[in-house]
């Protein structure tokens, strides 16, 4: 029975990493702590070193990962961001590492719960993302994320994400493949591009000025995240075939017959799944999609999955502030050339810091698809999973605090 966070450690384990910098941050800590009890009890030989800041840890991991070694490392949230200069610099270097980043709502407010604006903020930045739903898909998901990463083809980084308190501190069985079997899945870290020695003067990441070769090695980092589109299935299946857990781009639940689709990510799609399994015994022909490769954004797959239902509900734990849902907008481009597309595609905006979805909700939704709005710009809005029993709780505050002013005034 392993929490998420130990499972992450486990995947740092299995991977047989070298270098792990670090920095804490709640409710990341836990994967640090573990690691580094390792590291000092002498079970694995990696090497740990605490820095000052997430800005640092991300150089460093950067700094290591050009000498050629095998880099792990993890943040959450704030820390997230704080680095986020040091991510473009990573995947622009085309140096493969895996980060962990265990989500966290961001502030202002500050709440420790999580939801997916950290880790959506970093779609752009090169890393390849992938999101995890169970303790077991985090484990498994670090060892196929450098097995992926280290590839010729692709030389990127990689986020492997999954949800603080809700997945970070629950405890699942979780199945430990054995160092040999990894070994043979995912052998020792051989890079294929020219490593730092400390031998000799090198300089890595000097000025382009010339905005042609500026635009020419941005688009070989796009048709680096392009080549990982081809190669994962190949790397699920050989996974599969070896320790018997497939992992698709999308995961397809209840989906043979359904005529309307809820689309999520991470932990949170284990409560759609719930409900979805309560609608179907209604005899409600709903499915559930779940994105689990995020970057590169499965566009084939999407148009597969989705093409020829009567609705899909994308619900995003995240707000684009002044735009909606993040992945409403990328699924909708995904189906905008489809002839046969969905005609009612709408979005929700739900699980902001950690909300859990109330009684009634999915049911809502669904019924919603079934009689979509007439309006385009109604049916492009997104709509935010909010009770009015929450409202009520809402105003209530604001009485008290506007009690408390008139008193002190």
């Excluded at 000052?52 to 000498?67: I, K, Q, R, Y």
């Excluded at 490769?293 to 509900?313: N, S």
């Excluded at 995003?316 to 046969?340: P, R, T």
Aim: charged share 20%; proline share 6%.
């Amino acid at each position: 029975m392993l929490t998420g966070n130990a499972a992450a450690a486990w995947g740092a384990r299995l991977a047989d990493v070298d270098y792990v910098p670090a920095f804490p941050i709640t409710p990341q800590t836990e994967i640090i702590e573990t690691i580094a009890r390792w590291i000092h009890s002498g079970e694995i030989p990696a090497r740990m070193v605490m820095m000052d800041s997430e800005h640092s840890m991300l150089t460093a991991a950067g700094t290591a990962a050009a000498t050629g070694v095998r880099v792990f490392t993890a943040t959450s949230s704030q820390g997230l961001v704080y680095g986020f200069e040091m991510l473009y610099v990573i995947a622009g270097l085309r140096l493969p590492l895996v980060l962990v980043n265990v989500s966290r709502a961001l502030a202002h407010p500050i709440t420790l719960e999580p939801d997916h604006n950290d880790v959506l903020s970093a779609r752009d930045t090169g890393f390849l993302q992938f999101h995890a739903e169970t303790s077991q898909e985090v484990l498994d998901s670090i060892l196929m994320a450098y097995r992926l990463v280290e590839s010729e083809q692709i030389l990127l980084p990689a986020i492997v994400n999954l949800d603080g308190f809700y997945l970070s501190f629950t405890r699942e069985a979780v199945e430990l493949p054995s160092p040999d079997e990894i070994k043979s899945f995912l052998p020792a870290f051989e890079p294929s591009y020219p490593v730092l020695s400390g031998s000799e003067s090198v300089a890595l990441g000097s000025s382009v000025l010339d905005p042609s070769l500026y635009t020419y090695f941005k688009h070989q980092m796009h048709r680096g995240s392009e080549n990982a589109l081809l190669l994962y299935p190949k790397i699920a299946a050989e996974f599969a075939e070896r320790f018997g857990r497939k992992y698709d781009l999308i995961e397809e639940f209840m989906m043979d017959d359904a005529d309307y689709v809820v689309v999520m990510t991470n932990s949170f799609a284990s409560m759609g799944k719930a409900e979805v399994k309560r609608l179907r015994q209604q005899g409600k022909r709903v499915g559930l999609a779940r994105l689990r490769v995020i970057r590169p954004f499965p566009h084939d797959e999407i148009q597969r999955v989705l093409r020829g239902r009567k609705g899909v509900a994308v619900i995003d734990q995240n707000i684009s502030v002044g735009k909606g849902g993040i992945l409403f907008s990328e699924i909708a481009s995904a189906l905008y050339s489809l002839a046969d597309r969905p005609p009612a595609l709408l979005s929700f905006i739900g699980g902001l810091g950690g909300r859990r979805f109330r009684a009634g909700e999915f049911a809502g939704m669904l019924a919603r698809l079934e009689n979509p709005p007439e309006s385009p710009a109604e049916l492009a809005r997104p709509h935010l999973l909010f009770t009015g029993e929450e409202c009520r709780d809402v105003g209530r505050f604001f009485s008290i605090a506007s009690e408390r002013e008139t008193a002190e005034g």
